[in-house]
């Protein structure tokens, strides 16, 4: 173990670290490998703020790290704001949140900063909601999201209602790592703290259903619909939108709707994966549901299953959601005669290009970001002038209007349900509109894998792949010629056969993409809040037809199983040099 492993071993021995943290460090030295890792940096703040294993150290979540960051947020809004300072805190159904959040609570409260905490577990989106309805300067959530039961977080927004992003990340971050965990001030002061819940709670369902709602929906009793909140968040708002919209034919999968931080009935709590709607999608058959709903423990991300032409439930991915569901509201607008060039749609790098054709289609401004939502929600404060009508990623997550500056499960399930009841009406099907799309704007077709690289060891594996893929860029993606070559770290976009070259006019971060000659795409970037490399594959073809659609599909499913298989080839042997 390094010096800087010891050091940290060393401070955690002593005060101000309590008994109870001590004794388990006593326990964890019994083995050096996960000491070592406990304690050779310090948790990072990424893509979704901080997240990470729960446990004793410096890399771990625990009342120390999160009291840590809490202090140092203190510290920059005393120093650079007088008045108003309050902020509102929520957390999930993970173990550990309700604690934490009531010593991310506390330490704000010691800091002479007023605290709007809420009474139980609230979904993200609440919170974020609530940042701008209370006028709060930061919102705190405890959440790991989807992230395995051994994992928890710490999610932070700030006044706009969006996660921080630069300068503020910065700033704040250099407060907390100019800190010392002696200087946390854990004496807090109960008479700034009030306890939230209804207030919150009614305006923040009243909205979804204002934002949502379809008129020309005449009857929403004809489709069966099952729900579960897989353990999580949802299973407080969901009951109250669905039965105020109007939906009374809904099944809930009853042992997932109870809050559970080991998440006993599912391997993952990630709708992501088929397999954690498993019990959902058996309920949704013995019911013979129109729609499968799912939603991670925090609510920020949903999964969906939908009728087939074959009139099996099927799965729908996160960029097929992300187009039906723009297709849908834009549509709408359009009806209503309510578009026009100032409004904008918002998605990102590693999502669907098929994006850019609908906003095409039906003549609205299509702002792309770097991955994750904050850079969505900062679209919207820094386009003042434009009206933002919904934002979506690959990662099953869509935020519709601007209420709430992040990804919504609870509205985005609303309006999958009104989706479903408007095209039913209509003697169709939201599959059959799929295809439609596919038909009308090309038939894209996308997939994410992941390279999964745990440890220190693991992040340096890391480093090294990506930095292999820059030296030493694709020549081509199959037989296909690459043509571009984007690296964002340097925001450098060069044409690969003319040796042209254009600025992206993005903020840098670690991302690499590769573009051929026929519009496939492979893009390349560490996940922010885990260990691996995650590879966005997307592939297209024009489908003349609907009867056309399974013959296209398999088409282009083999050739992103062939592009997966010749990139693993590509790592084992040309970037075996920079593995050494």
């Given at each position: ?9 060393e401070e ?9 943290t ?8 019994k083995?050096k490998?996960?000491l ?5 940096k ?11 294993l729960?446990?004793?150290g410096t ?16 510290n ?24 934490l ?12 900063i ?53 300068p503020?990340?910065?700033?704040l ?10 200087e ?23 909205n979804?259903?204002?934002n ?31 039965k ?6 809904v ?6 709707m ?65 187009v ?23 998605s ?28 969505i ?17 690959e ?17 985005a399930?609303?309006?999958?349900c009104e ?11 939201v ?9 009308l ?34 020549d ?25 070259s ?22 390349l970037?560490?996940?922010g ?6 590879m ?9 037809n609907v ?12 050739k ?21």
């Open positions: 173990m390094n010096n800087t492993v010891n050091k940290n071993i955690w021995s002593n005060h101000p670290f309590c008994e109870e001590r004794n388990k460090l006593n326990h964890l030295k083995d490998v996960k070592n890792d406990a304690f050779y310090n948790l990072e703040f990424g893509t979704g703020g901080m997240r990470g729960m446990g004793v890399n771990r979540i625990n009342k120390y790290t999160i009291g840590k960051n809490t202090q140092g947020i203190s920059f809004i005393n120093s650079n704001y007088h008045v108003n300072k309050s902020v509102v805190i929520a957390y999930d159904c993970r173990n550990n949140s309700s604690e959040a009531k010593v991310v609570a506390e330490v704000f409260s010691a800091n002479k007023k605290v709007y905490l809420f009474s139980a577990m609230r979904p993200t989106p609440e919170l974020s909601y609530a940042v701008r309805k209370l006028n709060c300067l930061c919102g705190i959530v405890l959440t790991a999201s989807h992230n395995p039961p051994e994992y928890n977080g710490f999610k932070v927004y700030w006044k706009d209602g969006g996660q921080i992003v630069p503020i990340d910065n700033l971050i250099s407060e907390i790592e100019k800190l010392k965990f002696k946390v001030n854990f004496n807090f002061r109960p008479e700034l703290i009030k306890i939230i819940d209804k207030e919150i709670d009614e305006p923040f369902i009243n979804c259903l204002e949502v709602i379809n008129e020309d929906v005449k009857s929403r009793n004809d489709i069966k619909i099952v729900f579960t909140a897989l353990h999580g968040t949802s299973s407080i708002i969901i009951p109250k939108l669905l105020k919209a109007g939906y009374k034919n099944n809930y999968v009853k042992s997932q109870i809050a559970d931080g080991n998440f006993s009935t599912v391997k993952s709590p990630n709708p992501e994966e088929i397999e954690s709607l498993d019990l959902a999608l058996k309920l949704g058959n013995k019911e013979k549901a129109d729609i499968v709903i799912g939603t991670d423990p925090d609510a920020d991300r949903l999964g969906i299953a939908i009728r087939d032409l074959k009139n099996n439930l099927k799965l729908i991915n996160g960029n097929q959601l992300m039906l569901m723009f297709n849908y509201i834009l549509n709408k607008k359009n009806s209503e005669k309510a578009l026009n060039k100032n409004h904008f749609i918002a990102t790098i590693v999502s669907t290009p098929m994006i850019k054709n609908i906003a095409k289609y039906y003549n609205v401004d299509c702002k792309l970001s770097l991955t994750g939502f904050k850079w929600a900062k679209m919207i404060e820094d386009f003042p002038d434009q009206k933002f009508l919904i934002g979506g990623e990662s099953f997550g869509l935020m519709i209007g601007d209420a709430v500056r992040d990804k919504d499960a609870l509205s399930s609303l309006a999958a989706m479903i009841s408007y095209y039913k009406q209509k003697n169709s099907s599959f059959k509109e799929l295809i439609k799309l596919y038909c704007h090309g038939f894209y077709k996308e997939k994410l894998v992941s390279i999964v690289k745990g440890g220190e060891k693991g992040q340096n594996e890391i480093k090294k792949i990506i930095n292999g893929f820059r030296k030493k860029p694709l081509y993606i199959l037989d296909s010629k690459v043509k571009y070559f984007c690296d964002y770290s340097i925001s450098l976009k060069k044409n690969l056969i003319s040796g042209d254009e600025n992206i006019i993005l903020p840098k971060s670690n991302v690499i993409e590769f573009e051929s000659d026929d519009g496939c795409k492979i893009i970037r560490p996940s809040t885990e260990p691996k490399i995650k966005y594959v997307s592939v297209n073809k024009a489908l003349n009867n056309e659609f399974e013959k296209v599909d398999k088409i282009l499913n083999d992103i199983d062939r592009i997966i298989k010749s990139i693993g080839l590509w790592i084992q042997t040309t970037l075996i040099e920079f593995l050494d």
